[in-house]
């Protein structure tokens, strides 16, 4: 039988990183009900895994009693119970499993994990079929066995959700390894220039930075199957409602984000969102898909509505809208209408627009109370 390792301040790190664990999932309980349900579920799914990969630094199943290890939970920010974590060489794993909590589901999860990311090209002639519209990171390589290669496995296995990876080795290689095992970005859009890594193969620290700043966009899409894991981050949205089909909108938005709030990333997410599958979003603030493209803030509390799509690009105008939620200026519109100083001749639809903003339609994706013991430590936005 599969067996749970307890894991406690005295030895996490030990079985986490020291060890080299390949993979662990690590269930993180607290005397509820919900981690009651969870247990011997997770404890049999600790068995498929065993019998399928029996070497044990491949796969391990762990559980924190949270309730007992406190100082645990505050480092690794786990706000609900159960948590599934999932930790790669020690590295705890940005996606935690959110999926449904049956044998099969996780089972499955952990062969999906086992998978290779890296797919091997055979020939440079590849490199013309590479997905266009999708990230990519390319490495060329002299041999398989070495540890310029076991660095870009790693990140790649970390980043497996969010680039494409290939690899080449040997003489396939050879052309593109004039100074040295190299590693290419092949950015989404035909016309765009390739980005070459500069730094040192060896570091992975360097090589994830690198990699996670490519794969990893500063608008990120929204999704029903996301979405529980955006809202968790805890930060507003400023989402763009887009038509699936409308990339010059996308691409428009993508470009002011990174021109007017690149300083802004670590206090709101950058997101956009299908027109057609966000509707009811949408009708809470009064628009349809026929009226996309519609930029909004869901603060989690209310939400609001940038007023016109064409000032998109008026310079300063998206970033004083944002400026405007922070400073609490947009709520408090909603509360007493705008400022005296705001107040020009025309503008009366908008203070009536502002005085009754909607209820926030993402915080409803947020971490589920009949699934979840959700601590209450932390303000509503």
Known sequence: RGEIT??????????????????CVCVCVCVCRFSQMLHPIFEEASNVAREEYPDQTQVVFARVDCDQHSDI???????????????????????????????TAIADFIRQQ?????????????????????????????????????????????????CVFLAAFGEVSKPERFSGDNVIYKPPGESVPDMVYLGTLTNFDLAYAWS????????????????????EEGIPFLILFHLKED??????????????????????????ADCDKFRHPLLHIQKTPADCPVI?????????????????TVPGKLRQFVLD?????????????????????????DSEV???????????????????????????L
């Open 212 to 231: 996670q700043d490519k794969c990893v966009p500063l608008v990120r899409e929204i999704t029903f199957e996301n979405g529980e894991e955006l809202t």
């Open 114 to 162: 086992k998978v290779d990311p890296i797919k091997e090209m055979l020939s440079l002639e590849e490199l013309g079929s590479v997905d266009r519209s999708k990230r990519t990171i390319i490495g060329f390589f002299d041999q398989k066995e070495s540890e310029n290669y076991r660095t870009f496995e790693k990140v790649a296995n970390i980043l497996r959700d969010d």
């Open 354 to 380: 502002a005085s009754s903003p909607p209820e926030s339609s993402f915080q409803k994706l947020a971490p589920s109370e009949t699934r979840y013991t959700i601590l209450r430590d932390r303000d509503e």
């Open 325 to 349: 939620l922070h400073s609490g200026k947009l709520h408090r519109v909603f509360h007493h209408g705008p400022d005296p100083t705001d107040s020009t001749p025309g503008q009366e639809d």
């Open 6 to 23: 307890s894991l406690d301040s005295g030895n996490i790190d030990d079985t986490l990183s020291e060890l080299r664990v390949d993979l």
């Open 247 to 272: 990339a010059e909108s996308l691409e428009k938005f993508q470009h002011e984000v990174a021109r007017q709030l690149i300083s802004e990333k670590g206090s709101i997410n950058f997101l956009h």
């Open 73 to 103: 939970a505050q480092r690794y920010r786990i706000s609900k119970y159960p948590t599934l974590k999932l930790f790669r060489n020690g590295m705890m794993m940005k996606r935690e499993y959110r999926g449904q909590r049956s044998v």
């Open 296 to 312: 909004a803030i869901d603060s989690f509390r209310h939400m609001y509505v940038f007023p016109e799509f064409n000032d998109l």
